[in-house]
T-cell receptor
């Protein structure tokens, strides 16, 4: 068990480009969550999956954002036509079951800088 | 709408001191409360998880308490060490939801 893995750790991109991040949860965890954290703020919920089904999306997740978890294992988060306001730390977390009992395990995050 | 507040925003203490970090939340309908540690530029490390039916949890030098009815939690760190320097985040799991609502964190500096 290597924990929750995120790739890449850092990404610098030019405004208008598309970027994709990957998250590999702990292998037996069926729930996967994406959060976004801007400087000096706590993380904010973006979306979550139970297996391959995307069950909830935040209003923060604009049309330029899309997330997938095609086989109920790893997940990708894509941002199209990036804007400077997208610069943030993107955090992935997973949970063995409902987080009411198990809580969350977070990855190390992907730091996105849009220039 | 649930709001989580952490006080103080920053704290600087000498090594060896015992300290308390505070967290308050506006809606007491929570499943649990989790304390996390975040080092600069890194992800979150879970420290303690308190279920809504529990009053406290302990792990080593850390003790977290929860008073759900008053919407408060505290994280007590005993005999602080320079390695404890980090930002500490409090988060509640809202009833009827699977999403965490976070505070902005308390940035702790322990001086040798």
């Amino acid at each position: 068990d290597t924990g929750v893995s995120q790739d890449p750790r850092h990404k610098i991109t030019k405004r208008g480009q598309n970027v994709t991040f990957r998250c590999d949860p702990i292998s037996e965890h069926n729930r996967l969550y994406w959060y976004r954290q801007t400087l000096g703020q706590g993380p904010e919920f973006l979306t979550y999956f139970q297996n391959e089904a995307q069950l909830e999306k935040s209003r923060l997740l604009s049309d330029r954002f899309s997330a997938e978890r095609p086989k109920g294992s790893f997940s990708t988060l894509e941002i199209q036509r990036t804007e400077q306001g997208d610069s943030a730390m993107y955090l992935c977390a997973s949970s063995l079951g409902r987080p009411t009992s198990y809580g969350y395990t977070f990855g190390s995050g992907t730091r996105l800088t849009v220039v | 709408k649930q709001e989580v507040t952490q006080i103080p925003a920053a704290l600087s203490v000498p090594e060896g001191e015992n300290l308390v970090l505070n967290c308050s939340f506006t809606d007491s309908a929570i499943y649990n409360l989790q304390w996390f540690r975040q080092d600069p530029g890194k992800g979150l490390t879970s420290l303690l998880l308190i279920q809504s039916s529990q009053r406290e949890q302990t792990s080593g030098r850390l003790n977290a308490s929860l008073d759900k009815s008053s919407g408060r939690s505290t994280l007590y760190i005993a005999a602080s060490q320079p390695g404890d320097s980090a930002t500490y985040l409090c988060a509640v799991l809202q009833g009827g939801s699977e999403k965490l609502v976070f505070g902005k964190g308390t940035k702790l500096t322990v001086n040798p």
